[in-house]
């Protein structure tokens, strides 16, 4: 899984609290994407992001989860007033955007909820 | 609503032979299929993928296999390996204009366990 990197790979949160996972994507790509991975379960998408613009959100849940993609810098998910049900994997991939080029996935941050 | 699904939580098949995922699918927009390898503790790894135009691509140890009156895929390992392992997860997306953006549903996995 070179390439995509995310930080951190582990995470640990008390409810309440907020949580920000980052991921930069292979070079060459411009096209982001989050995944979450509940226990026991597939990857469900969250959310698709070009640089500056989201253009699909439609995994994300309504309230206490963002993403951006800026301009500089990693793509950051952000989880805000975390609560016991937000414990899960969180992957990011990315791909260049054009053609029938796979995504790349990096190794996911594992979020826990004390 | 699971519109791409893995009916087999597991598989078991001895070195040298071949194994056998399988995958059905019930959106008939897909048109771009994927199969992923995952290791604990890692990543999804790209195996290997297919359009909707063709039936079969191979790359190495590996065929994917697409029946779309069926709405059926299927990955080919010959021969398999201790090494491949893992949780095999296949995936699918809605292409636009042959540009492969855009999200990929997953099924939910199948594990192979190779014996030597």
């Known amino acids: 899984n070179a390439g995509v990197m995310q930080n951190p790979r582990h995470l640990v949160r008390r409810r309440g609290q907020e949580a920000r996972l980052r991921c930069s994507p292979m070079k060459g790509h411009s096209h982001v994407y989050w995944y979450r991975q509940l226990p026991e379960e597939g990857l469900k998408f969250m959310v698709y992001?070009?640089?500056?613009?989201?253009?699909?959100e439609s995994g994300m849940p309504k309230e206490r989860f963002s993403a951006e993609f800026p301009k500089e810098g990693p793509s950051i998910l952000r989880i805000q007033q975390v609560v016991r049900g937000d414990s899960a994997a969180y992957f990011c991939?990315?791909?260049?955007?054009?053609?029938?080029?796979?995504?790349?996935f990096g190794d996911g941050t594992r979020l826990s909820i004390l | 609503d699971q519109q791409v699904k893995q009916n087999s939580p597991s598989l078991s098949v001895q070195e040298g032979r071949i194994s056998i995922l399988n995958c059905d699918y019930t959106n008939s927009m897909f048109d771009y299929f994927l199969w992923y390898k995952k290791y604990p503790a890692e990543g999804p790894t790209f195996l290997i993928s297919?359009?909707?135009?063709?039936d079969k691509n191979e790359d190495g140890r590996f065929t994917v296999f697409l029946n779309k009156s069926a709405k059926h895929l299927s990955l080919h390992i010959v021969p398999s390996q201790p090494g491949d392992s893992a949780v095999y997860f296949c995936?699918?997306?809605?292409?636009?204009?042959?540009?492969?953006?855009?999200?990929?549903?997953f099924g939910q996995g199948t594990i192979l366990t190779v014996h030597p």
């Open positions: 991939a990315s791909s260049p955007g054009f053609g029938n080029q796979p995504q790349h």
């Open positions: 995936a699918a997306s809605v292409n636009a204009g042959g540009t492969s953006y855009g999200k990929l549903t």
């Open positions: 297919i359009s909707s135009i063709k």
């Open positions: 992001l070009q640089k500056e613009n989201i253009i699909d």
